[in-house]
């Protein structure tokens, strides 16, 4: 029988090699581990301990990009450029010295010594006023560029244009409004009902927060464009809906020339009885054309509209920069001549300053 093998120092040689394959396997496992240590700590802690050059690569899951619980707000504009002239829009004024003051916010606008008011100098024209009227106002304009262009290539000129503060070109698209005819009115961002979950923007007028600082942020949104005939709000529900908050707004709007449209936004709002006592030119909505989004339904409130003309002498409706409420209202007005109804800006309709 052939003797087993056996290595130098007398250990049998399957038995060495056994051991010496059970101690690589440690070594190996003791590296790996070692390497998963590190880069653990790499992850955790930085590659401070890397020198400069050396790059350890550590693979990472990718997070999902967090959602958005509320509509981000949008950044803040520069002020209007410093007004030395007269500037026009092909035959519409858009700015004049006369009606503004030169503040550090930007050009602010004022009654001028004349008299003239910026609510007198930046109306839209009128038509017919010996039949019933009707106002259209449109907000939502300046911030998306397809869909004020849109507006501005459909919408007839006598339909009043609500700019927001927020674009940086939204005196250029002021300025091309204007040019097609049309008034424009300001939106100043106010504090709605479930504010911040609904929020419209940066130096939003708030309810309770006080005077001065409201007027420091309206004074914010009066000096971002030039050539409205008056401010609109921006929701605003809360703010309507609380008569010793609105009653300086419309004050300061009131002394600085200015008319105030209501679009309708809170159910129960101050603003006819706070604008009667300050003696701000002030017009309401009627009814909001597009709280359901269907060109259907935005025609009977089209026709309601005309109803209520009809009864009343005038009427006024809001609506939004949606497409189909641009096209519903380009094709309505059409034939509203024809139906013994005249389309008029917003200015048109207000209660005049007493």
Do not use: C
Not at 215 to 221: I, P
Not at 335 to 348: D, I, K, N, T, Y
């Amino acid at each position: 029988m052939a003797a087993d093998s056996t290595d130098a120092d007398g250990t049998p040689a399957d038995k060495a090699s056994s051991g010496g394959m059970r101690l690589l396997a440690i070594a190996y496992l003791s590296l790996f581990s070692l390497l998963i240590v590190a880069g653990v700590a790499v992850a955790l802690f930085g590659n401070s301990g890397v020198e400069p050059g050396v790059r350890i690569r550590i693979a990472a899951a990718v997070s999902p990009k967090p959602v958005a619980t509320r509509a981000q707000a949008p950044q803040p504009t520069a002020p209007a450029a410093a007004i030395g002239a007269p500037v026009y829009a092909g035959t519409a004024l858009v700015a004049d010295p006369a009606l503004i003051e030169t503040t550090d916010n930007g050009p602010l606008p004022r009654i001028a010594a004349d008299g003239r008011t910026p609510l007198q100098a930046y109306a839209g024209a009128v038509g017919d006023m010996s039949k019933p009227r009707i106002a259209i106002i449109v907000s939502g304009l300046g911030i998306s560029a397809k869909a004020t262009a849109a507006a501005l290539a459909k919408l007839p000129p006598q339909v009043t244009l609500a700019f927001a503060p927020y674009a940086s070109d939204v005196q250029s698209w002021v300025s091309q409004a204007r040019q097609k005819g049309h008034e424009v009115l300001l939106e100043v961002p106010m504090e709605p009902f479930d504010f911040p979950d609904s929020d419209p923007g940066p130096h939003t007028l708030r309810s309770g927060v006080g005077e001065d600082a409201n007027t420091e942020r309206l004074v914010w949104a009066l000096t971002r464009f030039t050539g409205y005939a008056g401010v609109t709000n921006l929701l605003g529900g809360r703010l309507l809906s609380d008569s010793d908050s609105l009653e300086p707004v419309l004050t300061y709007l009131a002394r600085r020339g200015l008319m105030f449209y209501d679009n309708g936004a809170a159910t129960h709002s101050a603003a006819p009885d706070v604008a009667t006592r300050v003696g701000v030119p002030f017009a309401q909505a009627t009814l909001t054309i597009d709280s359901i989004q269907t060109a259907m339904e935005i025609d009977h409130q089209l026709s309601e509209l005309e109803t209520q003309a009809r009864a009343n002498g005038s009427a006024s409706g809001s609506g939004f920069l949606y497409p189909v409420t641009i096209d519903r209202v380009a094709q309505w007005a059409q034939g509203l001549s024809g139906r013994g109804f005249v389309l008029v800006p917003a200015s048109a309709i207000v209660t005049p300053k007493k």
